[in-house]
């Protein structure tokens, strides 16, 4: 077997079981080096006779208020917009009837189909869902409380230890990177270091255009065709879909369903449309926006958070790529290839 192929193994093997075992550990400590970097070069940059530990954590209270006032912002938009959504089905009873049997008297008049039975089996298949429901994912859901106290709890704990890691490192920050420096083991660490900052800055940026972009499309297109607080569904939709695993279906879905109830069919159709769009655009930019500026094709970028999300659960979103990309560059360092895209 060629060489190569056994180190591309090793270093794949490595990765893995340090995204798996390791990064928890190593993850705020981590977090806290880079922080500690950048809030090292912007307080050396002001013209003030402060202590910079001090201005530091001045400057770090007040990023991390900002990042906690907007996502409070958004997600009150969120929770009010999804309020009227969910107020919306308790009057949709009636509505959903009429439509459920409007659609079975066109089968029976098109296809000769009984339409009364089809009406019923229907509204059994859902009776049978509700108490499902019910007795069952519930009950389930509320059992993991729990374990979702203990994650918000390991968050916190996480958010705590990186931020006092941060005062800590700001002390000796120039002693460790001039350590570091000097040691040419290391070389191979700093660049491949190096380039998974590149991508953390890439991810961030891509993922703030993406919102943006979606947002834009989203607010756009619900305001021209008139629906009520368009601008403000369409800024609810972009946040919605820049978290795991929710995506813009859970607001533009119920919204296209409604109009439905109403027999407002264009409406529904567009928003339905405006939904694969916006799909689309997150499969179509996010690969690029990425893969373009770290050196990977973006359809590794695109198989990276498929094969993330499948080995490290919701965080693989991220640890996928992560992977991915110091994986590429530790094989491009060792062979000597260092400008040739994976």
């Known amino acids: 077997m060629d060489k190569r192929y056994i180190i591309v193994l090793t270093v794949t093997v490595g990765v893995y079981l340090f995204m798996k075992f390791l990064s928890p550990i190593f993850s705020p400590f981590i977090l806290a080096f880079l922080l500690a970097g950048l809030l090292g070069k912007f307080t050396g940059k002001l013209p003030l006779k402060i202590k910079k530990s001090f201005l530091a954590g001045i400057l770090l209270f007040m990023f991390f208020g900002a990042v906690l006032l907007l996502f409070w912002v958004l997600g009150g938009l969120v929770v009010q917009k999804g309020g009227e959504i969910a107020g919306q089905f308790s009057g949709c009873g009636p509505q959903l009837c009429g439509f459920l049997g409007s659609c079975c008297d066109f089968m029976e008049s098109s296809f000769g189909i009984d339409g009364k039975a089809m009406e019923s089996y229907i509204l059994e298949q859902v009776n049978i869902f509700v108490e499902n429901l019910e007795v069952n994912i519930w009950p389930a859901i509320m059992n993991k409380s729990m374990s979702y106290a203990k994650n918000a709890a390991g968050f916190a704990g996480f958010f705590v230890v990186m931020v006092i890691a941060v005062f800590l490192m700001l002390k000796d920050y120039d002693q460790i990177v001039e350590m570091v420096r000097r040691n040419k083991d290391l070389d191979g660490v700093r660049e491949v270091a190096g380039k998974i900052v590149v991508y953390l800055k890439t991810y961030l940026k891509a993922q703030v255009t993406i919102l943006l972009i979606i947002s834009g499309v989203c607010a756009a297109t619900l305001g021209i065709i008139g629906i009520k607080g368009g601008i403000a569904y369409g800024v609810a939709t972009g946040f919605m879909d820049t978290l795991p695993f929710v995506g813009t279906g859970i607001m533009l879905v119920p919204l296209a369903f409604f109009r439905l109830m109403e027999k407002n069919y264009i409406q529904a159709g567009v928003i339905l449309c405006l939904y694969v769009v916006c799909a689309l655009l997150r499969e179509f930019l996010e690969p690029r926006l990425i893969g373009s500026k770290v050196g990977i094709w973006p359809v590794g970028i695109l198989f990276s958070v498929f094969a993330g999300v499948r080995l490290f659960g919701i965080f ?24 040739e895209p994976c």
């Open 316 to 339: 693989g979103i991220i640890k996928g790529p992560l992977g991915l990309v110091i994986i590429c560059e530790t094989c491009k360092y060792l062979f000597g290839t260092k400008e």
